[in-house]
DNA sequence: GTCCAGGAAAAGG
DNA sequence: CCTTTTCATGGA
């Protein structure tokens, strides 16, 4: 482990952004093992090629500074691709503005995109991570969701002390194809949830999926089909990758519980929305609708500011 | 003890 | 092909 000298780079975001916003979301579990939060800055271990890094994101008024504190071993154009990562984790690069002009014009959007003005689709680059985090939170509440995920983290993951806390990485294809059904039941996943992503994780590991494939589609709407004709990957968890992986701006997990509790408290229901209640409000997002869906997760939170 | 949770597969009609 | 049931476990 080296560590690493270098000037601060600053990354600037579209405007409207908001780091509060952002740091709203990314605070909202205690239990979150893959990044921690002091003094209002952000501390992760990315991994960058065959080593990784130490960097802490800290907010500005128009974008973040970025530090690269220490790095495993040596690598050709670090900062380049630290720069390219943290701008895709936290959609730095995206033009709100069509975004809030269209939901203007949605009486449950409009109060939203003003609370939350300048808050980004925080997502999930790791293709794997987003997936095995989507399939360990199907039909579970979130936050024994971010209990499995802190176990497998832990009994999987690379974990590098650093500056006197622990980082982790999430657990690679590789070694989790390498594991047996019962190593998942130990952690408290389903059979099934566990039988998912040990087959995720060799379909990744023999190449027979990847990010890099699913976006060569370039086609979301094959890309989701692709996701669902895998075991264990159905509407909602393929909506839920393309949303925050791919960063398709049309996905949209209409079968999500937070969304449709969401939908009923901004419109005082006593039900949850049907499903074809939510498709006729969401034709006021078409294009939008996963940066719709994500505000709505951000309602559900108490604003804190 | 009950109900529900950031669903999906399998069975049933 | 569409609808209902089953699976499964912690959290409130």
């Given at each position: 482990m080296n560590l690493y000298e270098t000037e601060d780079m600053f990354l600037p975001a579209t405007h409207p952004f908001r780091w509060s916003e952002c740091m709203a979301y990314l605070t909202r579990?205690?239990?979150?093992?893959?990044f921690h939060i002091e003094d209002d800055k952000v501390y992760r271990l990315v991994r960058v090629a065959a080593s990784s890094a130490w960097i802490e994101v800290a907010g500005r008024e128009d974008g973040v500074m970025v530090r690269?504190?220490?790095?495993s071993s040596p690598i050709p154009d670090l900062e380049t691709s630290i720069a390219a990562f943290v701008r895709e984790w936290l959609d730095?690069?995206?033009?709100?503005h069509p975004f809030y002009r269209q939901m203007d014009g949605c009486p449950v959007m409009r109060p939203l995109v003003r609370a939350y003005?300048?808050?980004?689709?925080?997502?999930?680059?790791?293709l794997f991570e987003a997936l095995c985090w989507a399939i360990m939170g199907q039909q579970i509440n979130l936050a024994f969701a971010y209990t499995l995920k802190r176990r497998f983290v832990t009994s999987f993951g690379e974990s590098h002390a650093f500056g006197g806390r622990v980082y982790s990485l999430f657990p690679t294809p590789s070694r989790i194809a390498t594991l047996t059904v019962e190593d998942l039941l130990a952690l408290q996943c389903t059979r099934m949830k566990s039988e998912y992503i040990i087959d995720v994780a060799k379909r990744m590991t023999d190449g027979t999926l990847s990010k890099s494939a699913l976006l060569g589609l370039g086609d979301f709407r094959e890309a989701e089909r692709q996701l669902i004709s895998?075991?264990?990957?159905g509407p909602w968890t393929a909506n839920y990758v393309l949303m925050r992986?791919?960063?398709?701006?049309?996905?949209?997990?209409?079968?999500?519980v937070g969304l449709q509790n969401a939908v009923k408290a901004r419109l005082e229901l006593a039900e949850k929305p049907t499903i074809e209640e939510l498709k006729s409000l969401a034709t006021a997002w078409i294009g939008w609708e996963a940066y719709a869906t994500f505000y709505l997760w951000r309602s559900l939170q108490q604003t804190v500011s």
């Open positions: 579990s205690a239990d979150e093992c893959l690269i504190l220490a790095v730095l690069d995206t033009n709100l003005e300048g808050l980004r689709l925080v997502g999930v680059p790791d895998i075991r264990g990957i992986c791919l960063r398709d701006k049309s996905a949209f997990p209409i079968a999500d």
